[in-house]
Each structure stands twice: as C-alpha cells, then as structure tokens.
C-alpha cells in the first residue's frame, strides 16, 4: 500500500483527537474534579469498557439500547461499549464490592460510548466523571448529589450555571392513577424529557382522560421556579402517593438551603431523565455557554436489587467534553 499524504486517516465519526492543549486542559480538569470528590468522602474506582449485553442493558430503555455499540467476542457472547457508568458500578458493588458495608461512597472518570449523531458537543465516545452514593436512601443523600455537582462545576472554573431539580415519582403517581398503558406513558416520557408539551397534550388526548386531567398532568409538567412550585404542585396532585413523592422534593430543597447551594438550582416538576431506571429525585445542569446538559442524575433504588443486593442509591455524572467547550465559549467572550 502507497504511502497516504497528509490529512487523509480520518477517525471515526463521533471520536475524537485530542493535541497536546487540549489533553492537558483535559486532563487539569480531571484533576481537580477527582479532588472535589475525594474531598466530599468518595473513591475512586474503575470498571471494564467492555461489559456483557446481558449487564448493562439490565434497565437501559429503549432509546438508549438503540445506541448500544454491540459486537460478539470469539466464543460468541454478545458484548457491548459501555454507555453510562452507573449500571457497571452496580454491578461491580453488587459482585466483588458484596462483602463491605454500605454505604459506598464511589467516583469515576472514564470514557463511554453511544451511537448518537455526531454535532458539536454530542460525541458518540465522551468523557464522563460522577460519583454514586449506594445505600442511602434518605433526603440528605440527593442534597448531597446536588452539592457536590454544584461545587464540580464552581470548581471547574465555569461562571454561569443552572441545576433543575424534580422528582420523577410525582410524575409516575399521577400516571399511574390516570391509568396510562405501559406503551402510551413510555412516549410520554420521551416528548417529556425533549420538553415537547404540544406532542405531550396530543399524546394525552389519545388516552380516555378527561379534560380536568389532562389539565394537572400539563401543568405539573410545565411547573418550575422556587418555593411557590411546591405549594402549586401540593393543590394539584391527588393520590397519597404522589403527595408523598412532593413531601420527598421538599424536603431535599430545603437541604439545599442548609448546604448553601440552593441559589444554582431552580425547581423543574416536568424533569425526566432518559434512563429507565430513575425513582426519585432527578437533576440536570446547565449553561448559557452551550445548548446542552452539562450534567445530570438522580435517585436509582431498584437498579442494584437487579444484581440481587438491593440497596437505595444516587449519583450524577458530568460530562467532561461538554464542560471543556463551555469553558471555551466562556472564555471567549472575556
């Protein structure tokens, strides 16, 4: 094969290089985000890139088992790139973690895959560091989530920044009482999470839900701001249980005040993460300084009893290359 002139190896789309600036940056962040978290009490841990089909697909969902990078090793079992790490971290406590006590306090910073469309900030292999906190189940554990993604990001240098903070059970309780079939509430969760209230109303009036329903169930989804949310949402819901699940939020956003953090967050009733294993509280962050999360997380309690050690947990993880360019845009408009 002849030689090939310069600029002519591309890499695969969704992948990219990092020069010798650019790694260091990365690389400086890395290390003072893992010096955040060693100072809230966490340690470091690693998992394989690659992990069994079987394990991670464990409670994935359908839109991002779509973006699963799979392949077949030789002796035939279906292996896949890791697309998050919170699922391999429940395995890894629930395995060779199963003879310590909980709580574990757990951080990671590691690269993860999924088949997406390429555009800038949305790689298809992306940097990630998180922590997770498994086995507790309290309030003080999801204010504590906050906390230290809100001292993350002040830490990293960037200077504007917003976390939403909901709890997706209220949500579910009020589902769940209207009576939603698995299929219908599914797509509901998909124009909820893209913020798409016009194809969430119209999803609605394909369900036998009278008008005074469909009315709570939109503007509980549109519900966001500060201590007035709260109030609001307690006249609109109806069943003890999603009563509970607002009692729950209460209680984590008066932590916040406690923990001095409360000023980056804002109350967002109509959060709902992509990934199907959320219970509870969910947050995410951010940024006038890109149009996309910077970070996001929450409340998991059934995912490790998949593992067979059930257990309560949380976590978030923030996404290294979008906080590098936001940094960037930051800077350039100094």
């Known amino acids: 094969m002849g030689s090939k002139p310069p600029g002519v190896w591309p890499i695969p789309a969704g992948t990219r290089d990092l020069l010798p600036g650019e790694a260091k940056r990365r690389r400086l962040l890395e290390n003072t985000l893992a010096g955040i978290f060693e100072q809230w009490g966490y340690s470091e841990v690693a998992t394989p890139t690659l992990e069994y089909y079987e394990t991670v697909a464990v409670e994935m969902g359908e839109e991002l088992n779509n973006q699963l990078y799979r392949l077949f090793d030789r002796d035939g079992s279906l292996l896949v790139l890791r697309p998050d790490m919170t699922t391999p971290i429940a395995r890894l406590v629930t395995s060779r973690m199963r003879h310590l006590e909980l709580p574990q306090r757990l951080f990671y910073i590691a690269n993860v895959f999924r088949y ?199 976590g978030f993880a923030l996404g290294l290359d979008r906080l590098l360019l936001a940094l960037a845009n930051q800077e350039e408009r100094r």
């Not at 939403?164 to 009576?179: P, R, Y």
């Open 116 to 314: 997406e469309s390429p555009q800038a900030g949305r790689l298809r292999e992306f940097g990630q560091a998180g922590v997770e906190l498994v086995g507790a189940g309290e309030a003080a554990a999801d204010a504590e989530m906050i906390a230290v993604a809100v001292h993350a990001l002040r830490c990293s240098g960037l200077a504007s920044f917003q976390l939403s903070l909901g709890n997706i059970a209220v949500f579910n309780a009020i589902m769940e009482e209207v009576g939603l079939p698995p299929a219908l509430l599914r797509a509901v969760h998909r124009a909820l999470a893209a913020k798409d209230l016009v194809g969430l109303s119209k999803l609605l009036e394909r369900h036998d839900m009278n008008r005074a329903q469909q009315e709570i169930v939109l503007e509980v989804s549109d519900l966001r701001g500060g201590d007035d949310v709260i109030e609001r949402v307690k006249n609109l819901v109806q069943s003890p249980e999603a009563f509970q699940a607002v009692l729950q939020l209460e209680e984590v956003w008066g932590q916040l005040q406690r923990l001095q953090v409360r000023q980056e967050v804002q109350l967002d009733l109509g959060l709902i993460r992509d990934f199907e294993y959320y219970t509870g509280i969910v947050f995410e962050g951010y940024t006038a300084d890109l149009g996309f999360t910077i970070c996001g997380g929450g409340r998991y309690d059934h995912l490790l009893a998949k593992f067979g050690r059930p257990a309560p947990a949380t």
